[in-house]
C-alpha cells in the first residue's frame, strides 16, 4: 500500500448495523437525500462515473479526504455492490486497468471467476447433452470462485493509499442506511422474481414482503454491512478462509431452496479449496497504437483487449474521420464482425490455452484481415477466421463458426484523481440477478459467471478455447480501456452488455477519437452491435435513424436489442480538467460527479447532453 494520505471519515455504522435486523421497505422520506444524478462532471480534483448517484457519491467522498483513483474505485465498486447488487459485488468477479501518474505505466488485475478444481470440460454437459442455458444460470454448477475482494485487496496493497475497511466504509453506510429504489432495480427485481422466490434468502433480501420494491422505497441491507465490516476489520481472508468460506461453500454444494419450491437447482461443486486456492492475477495490458495514441486494454482472461484492439486496427486502414456516416458506420460493423471470428476462434484462459495475444494485435494480422472488407458490400456471417500466426492477405483459416451466445449485464466505473492516475474497472456477477441465490445471512448474491464458458465446442472438430476446466476462468468481453496520448492519460472507458461490451468501447471510442462526438454525446449515441452474426443488433433509436436504410443498401441487416450497454468514462481536457461522462438515458442515466466542479461549457469538446432515445 502507498503512504496513507487520507484517513476517510467515520460514521457510527457498527451502531446502524447492529440495530437494522430486520429487512423492510421505507417511505422515501425515511430515506437519505439522494445526490444529485448528472451524466457530465467537469473539473478539479478528480472524478468519478458510474451508473449509480450512491456509489459515485462514495468514490469523491474517498477523493475529496485525499484518497486516490485506486481508493475511490473500490469504494465505488463496494457501493456498487449494495445499490446495483444484480450487476456486481463481492459474490463475483472483474477486470481492473489502471495509469499509474507516478510510473506512467498501465497495468491490470484479472479478478476473474475460476472453475472448481473438480470440474471437466462436461461441466454443462447433462446426459450427453448441453443443459438447456436457463437451467446452468439458476444454479450452483454456474457459481465461479468470487475474484472481486481479491482484486479489491490486491489494487489497495499495490497503489492504494488506504486499506479496505477505509474503502468499504462508505459502501458500508448506504447498506446499513439503505438506498432509494428506483425504476431500473425494482424492473430488474420483478425480471427475477420468480427465481429469486425460490429462495428465501433471496426473496427476504430482495422482495420485502414478497414484492419488488416500490420505486422510491429504502432497500436495506445489513447482512451486507456485516459482512463489509468483517472484511474491513478481518481483511480479505475472511472472505476466503473461515465461516464465509465455508457459507459460500455450503449454499453451492447445498443450494438453499424454498422446500415449497418446485424448481430444480442443481448444486455445485465449488470448495473451500478453490476459495483458499484463489488468487487475483496481475496481467500485461493488451496495447496498441491508433492514430497515433496508444490504447491499452485487458488481456486474456478477457477477449475485451484483443478484440476491441484488432477492430481498430482493421478500422486504422480507413479514414474515418473524413467518411461518410454511413461508411464510418459500415466499416465499423465489419471490423468488428471480423475481430470476432478471431475471438471465437483463439482467446480463452492463457493458462490453459496458447493464445496468440501478441499476433492477433499487430497491424500485419489486422491489413490481411481488412482486405476481406469492401465499401459497396457485407460480408456474410459467419466469418471464419483468420491465422494470426500466418497472416495472408483476405485469407480465412478454419471454420466459420458464429459467436455463442452471452448476456447483457454488470456494470462499469471510472475514476480520475488530482495526481493524474485513472481506474477503469467492470465487475460483475454474470446475468443480471447472477445465480439468484443469496448467501444466507451475508447479503449478496453469488455469481453465475461459469455460463460464459461454452457448454460443448462451438463448432465440432474446430479446437474451442473455451471449454470449462479445472480451475480455468471463462472468456470475458469485459474491455476497461484507457488511452494515452504523447504519454499522457487522455480517455478511459468501458461498459457492461456481455458480449456488446467490445462493441460498446469501440463505437464510443471511433465515435470520440474519429467522428468528433464529445464524449458524453459518443456515449449517448445510438449503438449497433456486430458479432459475426448475420444481422446486427441494433437499438430503437439506431434502426429509426437515417443510416439504416442506407446501410441496408450495402447489405447491411438489424434485428432489434432494445438497450446496449451503459458505458461510463472520463477524459482529460486540454486545459487540465477533468471531465466524467454517463449515459444520458440508459439504465435510467448515470452519474458522474467531480470534487472541484469547474464549468459545464469550457473548452472545445464539452458537449450538451446527447438526445438517444434507444
Ligand atoms: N460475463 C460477461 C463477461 O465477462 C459480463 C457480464 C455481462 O455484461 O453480461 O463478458
Known amino acids: 500500500m502507498r503512504t496513507s494520505r487520507i484517513s476517510v471519515g467515520v460514521c457510527a455504522v457498527a451502531a446502524i448495523v447492529a440495530a437494522a435486523s430486520v429487512l423492510v421497505a421505507a417511505p422515501a422520506a425515511a430515506a437519505t437525500e439522494r445526490p444529485a444524478k448528472s451524466p457530465l462532471a467537469v473539473g478539479y480534483g478528480g472524478v468519478v462515473a458510474s451508473v449509480d448517484e450512491d456509489a459515485s457519491a462514495a468514490g469523491v467522498e474517498v477523493l475529496r479526504a485525499g484518497g486516490n483513483a485506486v481508493d475511490a474505485a473500490v469504494a465505488v465498486a463496494a457501493a456498487l455492490g449494495v445499490t446495483e447488487p444484480y450487476s456486481a459485488g463481492i459474490g463475483g468477479g472483474g477486470y481492473f486497468v489502471y495509469y499509474d501518474a507516478r510510473t506512467h505505466r498501465v497495468s491490470t488485475v484479472d479478478g476473474r471467476e475460476t472453475a472448481p478444481f473438480t470440474a471437466s470440460d462436461k461441466l454443462f454437459v447433462e446426459n450427453g447433452k448441453p443443459l438447456p442455458f436457463p437451467d446452468a444460470v439458476t444454479s450452483g454448477l454456474s457459481v465461479g470462485t468470487p475474484g472481486t475482494p481479491a482484486l479489491w485487496q490486491n489494487v489497495l496493497d499495490r497503489w492504494g493509499s488506504i486499506g479496505l475497511a477505509d474503502a468499504l466504509r462508505p459502501a458500508e453506510r448506504v447498506a446499513a442506511h439503505g438506498f432509494v429504489v428506483d425504476q431500473t432495480f425494482r424492473q430488474q427485481t420483478a425480471d427475477n422474481a420468480d427465481r429469486f422466490a425460490a429462495f428465501p434468502a433471496t426473496r427476504d433480501l430482495f422482495m420485502p414482503g414478497g414484492q419488488p420494491p416500490a420505486v422510491g422505497s429504502v432497500l436495506r441491507n445489513p447482512d451486507l454491512a456485516r459482512t463489509y465490516q468483517m472484511m474491513g476489520s478481518q481483511g480479505v481472508g475472511a ?84 467518411a461518410s456516416q454511413t461508411q464510418y458506420l459500415h466499416h465499423y460493423l465489419e471490423a468488428s464482425r471480423i475481430a470476432f471470428a478471431d475471438r471465437n476462434r483463439w482467446v480463452g484462459d492463457p493458462a490453459y490455452n496458447v493464445v496468440p495475444t501478441r499476433q492477433l494485435l499487430s497491424q500485419r494480422f489486422a491489413d490481411s484481415r481488412a482486405c476481406l472488407i469492401s465499401d459497396s458490400s457485407t460480408l456474410t456471417s459467419p466469418v471464419a477466421p483468420g491465422d494470426p500466426l500466418r497472416p495472408r492477405d483476405c485469407a480465412s483459416a478454419g471454420v466459420a463458426a458464429p459467436t455463442p451466445y452471452e448476456g447483457q449485464n454488470t456494470t462499469n466505473l471510472t475514476v480520475a484523481d488530482k495526481w493524474g492516475d485513472i481506474v477503469e474497472y467492470t465487475l460483475t456477477i454474470e446475468q443480471t440477478g447472477g445465480s439468484g441465490i443469496v448467501v444466507p445471512g451475508r447479503g449478496f448474491l453469488l455469481n453465475n459467471e461459469l455460463t460464459d464458458f461454452s457448454f460443448t465446442p462451438v463448432t465440432p472438430g474446430v479446437p474451442d478455447p473455451n471449454l470449462p476446466g479445472p480451475g480455468k476462468r471463462p472468456r470475458s468481453s469485459i474491455s476497461p480501456t484507457i488511452v494515452l496520448r504523447d504519454g499522457q492519460p487522455y480517455l478511459a472507458v468501458g461498459s457492461p452488455g456481455g458480449a456488446t461490451i467490445i462493441t460498446t468501447v469501440l463505437q464510443v471510442l471511433t465515435e470520440r477519437l474519429d467522428r468528433g462526438l464529445p464524449l458524453v454525446d459518443a456515449i449517448a449515441a445510438p449503438r449497433a452491435s456486430q458479432r459475426n452474426a448475420t444481422a446486427s443488433e441494433a437499438e430503437p433509436a439506431f434502426l429509426a435513424s437515417p443510416e439504416r436504410a442506407r446501410l441496408e443498401a450495402l447489405g447491411q441487416t438489424f434485428t432489434l436489442n432494445p438497450e446496449i450497454g451503459a458505458a461510463t468514462g472520463v477524459e482529460r481536457l486540454p486545459d487540465g480538467r477533468w471531465l466524467a461522462a454517463a449515459e444520458t438515458v440508459r439504465r435510467g442515466g448515470g452519474s458522474a460527479m467531480v470534487v472541484t466542479p469547474a464549468g459545464h461549457t469550457p473548452v472545445e469538446g464539452v458537449p450538451t447532453v446527447g438526445s438517444h432515445s434507444g
Open 239 to 322: 472472505f476466503y478462509r473461515g465461516q464465509l468460506a465455508s457459507d459460500i461453500v455450503d449454499t453451492v454444494q447445498h443450494p438453499p431452496v424454498d422446500p415449497a419450491s418446485t424448481r430444480m437447482v442443481r448444486p455445485g461443486k465449488l470448495s473451500t479449496t478453490d476459495l483458499l486456492a484463489y488468487h487475483a492475477v496481475s496481467r500485461e495490458p493488451t496495447q496498441i497504437s491508433y492514430r497515433g495514441l496508444d490504447v491499452y486494454g485487458m488481456p486474456p482472461s478477457s477477449s475485451g483487449g484483443t478484440t476491441v484492439g484488432e477492430a481498430l486496427n482493421i478500422l486504422e486502414n480507413t479514414d474515418l474521420a473524413h
